[in-house]
Nanobody, 122 residues
Framework: QVQLVESGGGVVQPGGSLRLSCQFS?????LGWFRQAPGKEREFVAT???????YYDDSVKGRFTISRDSAKNTMFLQMNSLSLEDTAVYYC???????????????????WGQGTQVTVSS
């Protein structure tokens, strides 16, 4: 059972930055970030595979950066140039046997954190 604990959410003005952290209990095939806004389905944000390769949704490419510190068992999501549309609960997810073709699907990840709220507001 992989345990995931997110932190770093908060309230920020448009154009601001936040860094989310996800502490994980063991190494997995892929670690990802998803988000869910009120009334919307959970959507893919970014993921990093065991080999360090990263993947982003087009809506965050160039603004968000996913990274991992394996020594500290922690994954990060650096979010810059935040906009109102980025407001959501952000979830950390871990997949044990995630293949490349399924990385953007929530169903490919077996374990989930409790979520952290990110609110972009002026």
């Amino acid at each position: 059972q992989v345990q995931l604990v997110e932190s770093g959410g908060g309230v920020v003005q448009p154009g601001g930055s936040l860094r989310l952290s996800c502490q994980f209990s063991e190494r997995t095939s892929a670690l990802g970030w998803f988000r869910q806004a009120p009334g919307k389905e959970r959507e893919f944000v970014a993921t990093i595979r065991y080999n360090g390769h990263t993947y982003y949704d087009d809506s965050v490419k160039g603004r968000f950066t996913i990274s991992r510190d394996s020594a500290k068992n922690t994954m990060f999501l650096q979010m810059n140039s935040l906009s109102l549309e980025d407001t959501a609960v952000y979830y950390c997810a871990a997949g044990m046997r995630t293949i490349q073709s399924s990385l953007r699907r929530a169903s490919a990840y077996e374990y989930w954190g409790q979520g952290t709220q990110v609110t972009v507001s002026s």
